[in-house]
């Protein structure tokens, strides 16, 4: 994992399975993950383990799909960071 501190903007959200994660070298547990680039275009996954987080965010954004602007999202709720997007990690 890195320590990529940065700004981040997400562009997609996916849920690993705990049988995947142990594949791309995480613990066996589900995560929940934000695909992410930076102001480069580089791309960076943000992984954490609050599904229930990714649920709120994802409901969040279906109530306003065309909202504009920045929210921050606690970096503890989303703490490991990896370079790539999981389909780059196998």
Same mark, same amino acid.
């Not at 791309?24 to 954490?48: E, F, M, N, P, S």
């Given at each position: 994992?890195?320590?990529? +501190? ?7 959200? !996916? +849920?690993?399975? =705990? =049988?995947?994660? #142990?594949?791309? &070298?995480?613990? *066996?547990?589900?995560? !929940?993950? $934000?695909?992410?680039? *930076?102001?480069?275009?580089? /791309? @960076?996954?943000? %992984? ?5 987080? $990714?649920?709120?965010?994802? $409901?969040?954004?279906?109530? /306003?799909? /065309? !909202?504009? &602007? %920045?929210?921050?999202?606690?970096? !503890?709720?989303?703490?490991? %960071?990896?370079? &790539? @997007?999981? *389909?780059? @990690? #196998?």
């Amino acid at each position: 994992m890195s320590n990529y +501190t940065s700004t981040l903007t997400p562009r997609e959200y !996916a +849920t690993i399975p =705990a =049988a995947h994660a #142990v594949k791309i &070298g995480l613990k *066996d547990q589900d995560y !929940a993950a $934000l695909l992410c680039t *930076d102001k480069a275009g580089q /791309r @960076w996954t943000r %992984v954490g383990t609050d599904l229930n987080y $990714l649920k709120m965010l994802i $409901l969040g954004a279906s109530f /306003r799909p /065309r !909202a504009t &602007g %920045v929210f921050n999202i606690p970096p !503890a709720t989303f703490p490991q %960071v990896r370079a &790539g @997007w999981p *389909d780059d @990690w #196998v």
